[in-house]
């Protein structure tokens, strides 16, 4: 991944194909997304386009939890420790305390869970893909969502 203002690439491993290529994205340095804070969490909360609102947050692992329309879904919230690959649908992630207006994560950027391994990327024309190192992940776009390993 790019970070804002540098021209260093971090390594990227193990990415499925059809994965969005992270040296094109950069971290986005120009709006605060933090919204909780803790002494282990932290929670990054963003809106992409697609009317897709996610939350990426770093703890003993990282966790992405995103929320709208689910190409191919019947439920409208996804939510994956990506850590350990446990998926879960409720409508409790970004409950009432995290309402509108959430920070819009432009394309093209991208936002860390602050554990180095976890990261989301607003994606070009729209939605979003998250990953750890590259061993777990999702992609949401207007026409497809599917997860990895």
Known sequence: MLRAGSAALTPVSRLPAGFP????????ST?????????????EYFAVDGDLR????????????????????????????????????????????????????????AVSSRDPSGWCMALY?????CSDDGGHGFVITSTESWSFP
Request: charged letters at 20%; aromatic letters at 8%; glycine letters at 14%.
């Open 125 to 129: 024309g729209g939605g979003v893909a």
């Open 21 to 28: 290529d992270p040296r094109q994205y950069v971290f986005d």
């Open 54 to 109: 996610c939350e990426i947050t770093s703890f003993s692992g990282v966790r992405a939890i995103c929320r709208g329309p689910m190409p191919g879904r019947t439920e409208n919230v996804v939510s994956l420790n990506i850590s350990e690959l446990a998926w879960g649908y409720s409508d409790t992630a970004l409950g009432p305390e995290y309402a509108d207006p959430l920070p819009h994560l432009d394309q093209g950027r």
């Open 31 to 43: 709006k605060v997304y933090t919204r909780h804070g803790g002494g282990k969490n932290i929670t």
